[in-house]
């Protein structure tokens, strides 16, 4: 690889991208991420997440100046009252955002140029596991299949070898692909 | 357990809960679902989410009448350009919403009066993994510690049972913990 690679490429600022590497490389402890949510109950099915802070890169994050927020709810047909998607469908959304990211920054990194990165995520499941009416069939998905069209300046091998360079660095790939342990803490009043 | 307790409750319209569970005990393939998301990518590690159709109940969906929308990207200090949360903090959000929504759920057919449920979700994720500094540490989070507040019209055991069997039955939880089948499918142009 030759430094001319090492341009900003498809929006991703590859020289600092290569720095931050070299920065952790030397500090390992600055690797270290604590991400957070905050969730309350609205009605029903109804819930509100506010995502804001985290800690990372040896501090808390001071960037954000305002809270991000999401609603999720059950649509109608599972009784509740279609005020966001469902839980489920949220997982779908961060898979592909957590694939498509790592995509274009290793094209960057490699010197690709992208044109377009477009996704679809299905999520097949079989309700009879919430719903309590068999113990055969499990509560989350089945399977999830996630298609993606991709166009660039590059053979059909190199633009492959980025989706796959993306899915073996993939935080929410390792996450919905191997589970990871989930503690619940509960206080009551 | 008396029929007094098939009210609706917590804004949950129990009663139609429990005919949709005789419904789907009556024609269990009714309980095939499948969700849907599409994402395609805008510049760097920023992406965009649209969430609208999904299948169940033998067809497809028809009340989503608008697409829901969500921005994700990686904060400035990993070299993105923060338009959205991560897509591992989506990850946050949707656990901490399918619990909730079969807390509720769970209170109603049980008959338990809810006032407030809160919660906060942290995961901690040393990014040695995905940057390639590590062999030996993993993509994902390394954890996920969910804490709820829950106030109601119950006693301690009985809130903390309602938490306890919402576990017992989330998908997300489920997807999260025990992990579930990605396959990837790529078309490049």
Known sequence: MTTTTRQPLNGVDTPTLFATLDAVKASPELAKFQFRAANRWVSGTHNRTTIRGFFGAGQEDSTRTEDFVYDADHPAVLVG???????V???????????????????????????EVRSTVEGDIDLLG??????????????IA????????????????????????????????????????????
Chains 1, 2 share one sequence.
């Open 81 to 87: 009252t279609g005020n966001g998607p469902t839980p």
């Open 146 to 189: 996630v298609k993606f069209e991709i166009s660039g300046d590059a053979p059909d091998d190199v633009l492959r070898g980025l989706v796959e360079q993306s899915r073996a660095r993939s935080a929410v790939y390792d996450v919905m692909t191997n589970g990871v342990p989930v503690s619940i803490d509960v206080r009551t009043s």
């Open 89 to 115: 469908e949220f997982l779908l959304h961060a898979i592909a955002a957590c694939l498509t990211a790592g995509i274009v920054n290793v094209a960057a990194a490699r010197g690709v140029t992208l044109r």
């Open 130 to 143: 919430i719903l309590g009416l068999s113990k055969e069939v499990r509560n989350g998905y089945q399977g």
